[in-house]
């Protein structure tokens, strides 16, 4: 079943997620996830480039990182150096702006030079200045040989668009370069230890790799993570066309902090076609005091609710519920708190559907409060053995 570095989707069923990538007990691979602040990665593929300068001898070629993103690997074996475009051109760049380069990279033997990558700013077609040399002072190490490399800088009053380029002029280098990332601002000041690459999701993982997701209504935490204030913050995600049967999955992890509303709505995904043939949803909220977990399926309103069970705030939980034919279960931390049957209802899912709240508007619905770092929906029905195992392998990440 799917697990912190990502689902098989053709075996496990997922069809839509996202995970903030942060682990309290993160090893070095997952540790390269980006866990900060989202804004838009402007920069694109690095390119590899190769110029044979001073009798040098060496390499360049493309690899596939961990997370199936491309990377540039160089090998420098005599002087001289090896040039790359790390982003050829990056257009409709502000003057007077402050920007950030940054990479993850592994090397061994010779230091990498100040070269590594080089910030070229242009204006009407000739070059202004440059800058942005590497340096070691500004590397973190994220463990197993990986660091990430970063550089902050201000344009100019004119700079209208740059290249990023590389180069490696020291002998005897071997060096993997991934995760370029150019943004407006210092991102890395506020959050040293929280450093990787973002997704196209900005600052989510998408598991599915197949979905917009729009976090723009919710704040960010420290790490990344998305803060749900309890008033107005949803995240919307736009699948095409995914079908959601008689077998289904919906899963959270979750960190509430409050309780603006009695009832607080974790996910609701909506879509076309059920059993009548017209509008169709699920909607999956926690209810506080007592605790319970509620599923609300259908235009019948027809509700399945789980026992009472402790779900302190300022900690993490598990909640998943399940359906196979009409029969849901409910889950805490793996563990069944809660059963019942409703109606059959299924849904295509072709509209966009909100997380932390439901429907559209902002009038009378229950907000959720507090942090949620993980969010799925499988097109079958997980056993009670694949939810303990998901469960498992995300709870030392949670310190539970």
Known sequence: MATIGGPNTEKDGLVFGYDTGYGVNNTATNSRY????????????????????SG?????????????????????????????????????????????????????GTTPHVNMFYVRQYHNGSQITEG???????????????YRAYRTFTTTSTTSYINLQGYQYSNGVNLKIQDLQFEIGNQLSPYIGSLGTRSSTQSLIDLKKTTNIDVS??????????????????????????????????????????????????????GDGNTNGTSAYFL?????????????????????????????LNNWHNIVATRNGNSWVIY????????????????TLNNDFRIGTFASGTSGQYFFEGLMAVAKIYDTGLTAQEVKQNFNAYKNRFNI
Not at 63 to 81: A, C, V
Not at 286 to 309: K, L, R
């Open 34 to 53: 980006y866990q900060g602040k989202p804004t838009s990665n402007l920069s694109n593929d690095m390119t590899k480039y190769f110029n044979n300068w």
């Open 56 to 108: 040098m001898t060496g390499s360049t070629s493309y690899y596939t990182t961990d997370r199936g993103n491309q990377g540039i690997h160089l090998i420098t074996t005599n002087g001289g150096g090896v040039q790359f475009y790390a982003s050829s051109t990056i257009n409709n760049i502000s003057a007077s702006t402050e920007y950030t380069v940054s990479a993850t990279i592994k090397y061994s």
């Open 284 to 312: 999956f909220d926690y209810h506080a005091s007592p605790d319970t977990v509620h599923v609300v399926t259908g235009n019948s309103n027809i509700e399945v609710q789980s026992s009472n069970f402790s779900m302190p």
């Open 132 to 146: 942005g040399k590497f340096s070691t002072s500004y590397m973190i190490d994220l463990g197993g040989g990986w």
């Open 332 to 347: 805490h931390n793996g563990v069944s708190v809660g059963t019942g049957t409703t109606n059959t209802t299924s849904l």
């Open 217 to 270: 209504n919710v704040s960010f935490d420290s790490i990344g993570q998305p803060d749900f204030d309890g008033t107005d913050d949803r995240i919307v995600a736009s699948p095409s066309n995914i079908f959601l049967g008689a077998s289904l999955t919906m899963e959270v992890w979750i960190y509430p902090t409050g309780y603006n509303h009695s009832r607080m709505y974790l996910m609701d995904p909506r």
